[in-house]
């Protein structure tokens, strides 16, 4: 996809205007956070688990040529097949190269935030491949053709009715006047719809949570059933990821897996978790004639030198979305690119370049639950603040737009800050607001526009906001 | 791609700098240490993998012996009213049981989109968060696993095993990888649609386990 991070006060704006994207980050702001917590709660060698994952993923970033080598080993052993590719437009040549051969009309897709990243989904359908999302949510944005706003739940920033009227656009053989306002009508439609291109699909592309260098094995977590579908009934599997994936052993892929699904979704373990290593065997009754790696690199390498190598321990969990005040107050597509959140102002510029996503790292109160919620314990608010110095070397120019954005993305997020937010940032918001009103910090104008944001009462302001004053 | 590979492999490298030669890496790989595993994992309790059954919504019977399944299994069919008819997989283990006194009609072989109730034994269960462990093969093909609204789950209590890692033993101590190992804990959720959990979206509906209690061997 295009990238609009470079407007994201202008994206920003909207988003605080959107009533039903406001809702819909309410319940993400109730829902997450306190299942993590519940199922934190219930595991007392969490944060023991924790340090065993982070020292895993370190050692293998310290030797990630040696486990890559061992996993593609293992892959041919198994009798499949490694792509390697060093950008976006290598893998979706290699990705089009495969289904090509394999005289493909029909693809269906598993979630992968790296197919996301190189938008393959576009340049398949522009070569007449008929290419479907999946999953409930990916197939949803796919519909309404949007990027997803949250990297493990994409169409979180829809309302009920927004889905339906989705499908009924899009499934128009179905009887115009059927009820859809349950979410289980829904999900029924979208599963009649979805089983029937499962059966017909020619090539299944999945993603990979991790790579075992071990085995060869790939790892996909859904909770839908919908990779195993995908990996299963077509001729040609496809699994994209990217080279820090890796994982040395079993083992280090249990530990991985004890702590991501608790820190995404706070379920004890995701409902399916798939090692598929190679094509189906002699006597098998099911399963791909071809099994195909598609190893990327895209920027990763590069972040393996200096200040960004950590960031390369990211399991895209999403707790660090999750628990972020300005995710919550502007949502996901705000952010303009794939990755969002703390973990996508990370990100963006080191895959996308600093100029386009410069603002992303400013967005950001740095009040650091994201690193102490992130299972990789990766000092987000540090590699944020390399990347501010990094704009500010380039031209001071910048730091008038910089401060007035901090300000103004604390006064966004306050109806979350509330609730999350530490005494020292209550306290900085109570200084700020000394003057009831914020229009007369000069720096905020150029987000606040011409009206002024209330500053932050208690419960007046928070009722006000919600009222609708910034509609 | 072999250019591709060797870019990448050589731009991991200068970024890496000079290193030690060995870094623990093949020692790693053959004797794979040990995670850390949580106490719930500890043991090979029952009781543990009921708790996490049940946090899930998967659903478990007893049985005194593999004799007793079909019985079992068509109670949970009749309480329900679920159809009589199953996808049995083409296991020796199940062939022999006696379905046909049971009321029920089987037929073997993998899933297909009209299958309405299979029946799967597992590899192995989970105790740490109620988890079965189904591997693909010949005589437990994975379309069993995932296209069916009923998904029966078979387990023996001895393939009862207390942490990931001792299946993973298990599946060690069997040779190479099967294709596909999944491990399944409970049934096809999402929660893509406001946030709200709901059950079946594309494969099962709902997932049975009848453990068989082998004793104190
Ligand atoms: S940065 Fe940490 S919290 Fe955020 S997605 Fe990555 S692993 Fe999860």
């Not at chain 1, 605080?16 to 299942?35: C, I, N, S, Y």
């Not at chain 2, 740490?128 to 093969?137: K, W």
């Amino acid at each position: 996809m295009d990238a609009t991070s470079h407007t994201f006060s202008a994206n920003a704006r909207t988003a605080l205007a959107d009533v039903k994207l406001q809702r819909a980050l309410d319940r993400l702001a109730e829902g997450f956070p306190a299942r993590r917590r519940d199922a934190v709660a219930r595991l007392p060698e969490f944060d023991a688990l924790r340090d065993a994952a982070v020292a895993i993923k370190d050692h293998t970033i310290l030797n990630l040529d040696r486990y890559l080598e061992r996993f593609e080993a293992k892959v041919l052993e198994a009798g499949g097949r490694v792509h390697w590719c060093r950008d976006a437009a290598e893998a979706r040549a290699t990705i089009l190269s495969i289904c090509t051969r394999a005289k493909a009309k029909s693809v269906t897709k598993g979630k992968t935030m790296v197919g996301e990243e190189i938008a393959i989904n576009d340049h398949l359908a522009a070569n007449g491949l008929d290419v479907v999302e999946t999953d409930l949510g990916e197939y949803i944005i796919q519909l309404r053709g949007e990027p997803p706003s949250h990297i493990i739940a994409p169409a979180i920033h829809l309302s009920k009715d927004q889905v339906a009227d989705t499908f009924r656009k899009a499934h128009g053989t179905l009887p115009p006047a059927r009820p859809l306002t349950e979410s289980r009508a829904l999900l029924e439609e979208a599963r009649t719809v979805l089983r029937s291109r499962f059966l017909g699909a020619d090539v299944g592309i999945t993603g990979a949570n991790f790579l075992i260098a071990e085995t060869g094995s790939t790892v996909t977590v859904t909770n839908e059933g919908n990779a195993e579908l995908t990996m299963t009934l077509p001729r040609v599997h496809i699994v994209l990821a990217s080279i820090e994936k890796v994982v040395p052993t079993l083992e280090d892929a249990a530990t991985m897996l004890r702590v991501l699904a608790r820190s995404a979704t706070g379920q004890d373990v995701s409902v399916y978790t798939s090692f598929a290593t190679g094509p189906r065997r002699p006597g098998d009754l099911d399963g791909p004639e071809e099994f195909n790696v598609v190893l990327l690199d895209n920027g990763r390498s590069a972040m393996l030198e200096g200040e960004l190598r950590e960031m390369l321990r990211c399991i895209r969990c999403g707790a660090c979305l999750n628990h972020c005040p300005v995710y919550a107050a502007v949502g996901g597509h705000a952010y303009g690119w794939v990755y969002s959140g703390p973990m996508g102002a990370v990100l963006t510029p080191a895959l996308i370049g600093l100029d386009p996503a410069k603002h992303l790292p400013e967005a950001s109160t740095l009040c650091g639950r994201c690193e102490e919620v992130c299972p990789m314990r990766i000092p987000i608010p540090k590699m944020l603040r390399h990347w501010r110095e990094r704009s500010w070397q380039r031209g001071p120019s910048a730091t008038r737009s910089r401060f007035g954005l901090a300000v103004w993305a604390f006064v966004a997020a306050r109806p979350r800050l509330y609730r999350w937010a530490t005494g020292a940032v209550a306290a900085l918001l109570a200084r700020l607001a000394t003057r009831g009103r914020f229009a007369w910090l000069p720096f905020a104008s150029a987000w606040t526009g011409t009206r002024d944001f209330p500053a932050p009462e208690g419960r007046g302001f928070v009722a006000s906001w919600n009222r609708g004053e910034r509609r | 791609m072999s250019v591709a590979r060797a870019a990448v492999l050589s731009s991991v490298r200068r970024a890496l700098g000079a290193r030690p030669s060995a870094s623990g890496v093949e020692a790693r790989l053959t004797e794979p240490p040990p995670g850390v595993i949580p106490a719930r994992g500890r043991n090979d309790s029952v009781a543990m993998f009921l708790e996490g059954a049940a946090r899930v919504g998967t659903t478990v019977d007893r049985a005194a012996s593999a004799a007793e399944v079909p019985a079992r299994i068509a109670a949970y069919l009749a309480e329900r009213n679920l159809s009589t008819a199953i996808k049995l997989a083409p296991d020796p283990d199940l062939r022999d049981l006696p379905w046909a006194e049971a009321q029920l009609q089987t037929r073997e072989g993998r899933g297909e989109d009209h299958d309405t109730v299979s029946v799967v034994q597992a590899f192995a269960a989970v105790a740490e968060t109620g988890t079965l462990v189904m591997i693909s093969g010949a005589e437990s093909p994975t379309t069993l696993n995932c296209l069916p609204d009923t998904h029966i789950v078979v387990v023996h209590s001895r393939d009862l095993v207390g942490a990931y890692d001792d299946a993973w033993a298990r599946l060690r101590a069997r040779g190479a990888l099967p294709r596909l190992v999944t491990w399944i804990t409970g049934p096809s959720r999402t929660a893509d649609i406001e946030q709200e959990i709901l059950v079946g979206i594309h494969g099962p509906r709902r997932l049975h386990v009848v453990m068989i209690d082998d004793g104190q061997a």
